[in-house]
T-cell receptor
């Protein structure tokens, strides 16, 4: 079974530029998550989709971050304009609901460096 | 969000030694998950715990869901070089509906 796919793996941009990340979840997983992981910390949820609807985006900085999941499969996360503090690994995960909890499977992440 | 305190922050151990780490919270969780993250990769699920007092093993890994539901422990027995990485605990509450991650425990194994 193929895992969660993400691209690109690495991205270097200058502040105020825009950037987009792509995620393809595990086939059949209805729930998709985007996390931000700053160096030395655990992942922090940015947004959660159930099919193509947003379940939780309470921690998404909506003035600069946006995400969509058209057709309930692939998803893109965009930052516009980027700030220095956006430098982090952006992880995509998808889940199957198991015994009432989300067992999430992560992709390899996109490492973003903002100069 | 709910605060998870994971300790220790890092461990330097010799090959063959056992490793223990834990996660505590002031809040009750319904599920505890333990992940391992290798450099340049996403976290990989190791063990999932769903019931207070539950003790689950996965090879040399053993994890327990604390009886108070506010903590969890992960043990690695007879460590080997490939155990190197960062281990994260994550807690899930039905009411909150999202995973909360600890800050991670970095494990370094020396021959």
């Amino acid at each position: 079974e193929a895992g969660v796919a993400q691209s690109p793996r690495y991205k270097i941009i200058e502040k105020r530029q825009s950037v987009a990340f792509w995620c393809n979840p595990i086939s059949g997983h209805a729930t998709l998550y985007w996390y931000q992981q700053i160096l030395g910390q655990g992942p922090k949820l940015l947004i959660q989709f159930q099919n193509n609807g947003v379940v939780d985006d309470s921690q998404l900085p909506k003035d600069r971050f946006s995400a969509e999941r058209l057709k309930g499969v692939d998803s893109t996360l965009k930052i516009q304009p980027a700030k220095l503090e956006d430098s982090a690994v952006y992880l995509c995960a998808s889940s199957e609901v198991t015994r009432g909890a989300d067992t999430q499977y992560f992709g390899p992440g996109t490492r973003l460096t903002v100069l | 969000g709910q605060q998870l305190n994971q300790s220790p922050q890092s461990m330097f151990i010799q090959e063959g030694e056992d490793v223990s780490m834990n996660c505590t919270s002031s809040s009750i969780f319904n599920t505890w998950l333990w992940y391992k993250q290798d450099p340049g990769e996403g976290p990989v699920l190791l063990i999932a715990l769903y019931k207070a007092g539950e003790l689950t093993s996965n090879g040399r890994l053993t994890a327990q869901f604390g009886i108070t539901r506010k903590d969890s422990f992960l043990n690695i027995s007879a460590s080997i070089p490939s155990d190197v990485g960062i281990y994260f605990c994550a807690g899930y509450q039905f009411g909150w509906g999202k995973l909360q991650f600890g800050a991670g425990t970095q494990v370094v194994v020396t021959p």
